[in-house]
């Protein structure tokens, strides 16, 4: 059982992995494409910038609800929960390793958790660390003369 639920698990996080990294991209994407859109002045990138980080925001956590339905709706196809609601519920807590612990599976399943809280770990971490990205970006257009001048200077 350790073995098929392991076996499952990666299934289920290689599709996560394909979802994030298409949202991930996409979302990148956009953002690029509206920064260059809008053309603001130097001093203007934040300003310009906050809405498509908004947006891109939003688009990664679109992204993570879709990943926690899926795994919810394996626990449902798994017999784990009889409602799509409670399923969903305890993927999320294990999702974003919250561990409530309020709602657990069955002793056969009950390792699909901790897989799923890897799971989450990694794509969390990849939609935080895209999004770092973007906004080290807008502080380079931003800032990047002036720093690169102090940086001269000193």
């Given amino acids: 059982m350790i073995l ?8 289920v996080m290689l599709v996560c992995l394909a979802i994030q990294a298409f949202v991930t991209f996409w979302c990148v994407r956009y953002f690029v494409r509206r920064i260059r859109q809008l053309k603001p002045k ?24 879709v990943q926690v339905f899926i ?4 626990f449902v196809v798994l017999g ?3 409602e799509l609601y409670e399923a969903v519920y305890h993927s999320a807590v294990n999702f974003a390793s919250l561990g409530y612990g309020d709602i657990v599976m069955s002793k056969n399943r009950k390792l699909l958790g901790p897989v799923e809280a890897i799971n ?3 794509m969390l971490g990849m939609s935080a660390a895209a999004l770092m990205v973007i906004l080290q970006q807008l502080v380079k ?5 002036d720093l690169q001048a102090a940086d001269d200077e000193g």
């Fill in 71 to 74: 795994w919810g709706g394996l």
């Fill in 120 to 122: 989450g770990v990694l």
């Fill in 4 to 11: 098929t639920n392991f076996l499952v698990g990666l299934l």
């Fill in 42 to 65: 130097p001093e203007d990138y934040l300003r310009a910038g906050l809405r498509p980080l908004l947006v891109t925001m939003v688009g990664m956590m679109l992204g993570t609800f």
């Fill in 141 to 145: 257009l931003q800032y990047g003369e």
């Fill in 80 to 82: 784990e929960f009889s």
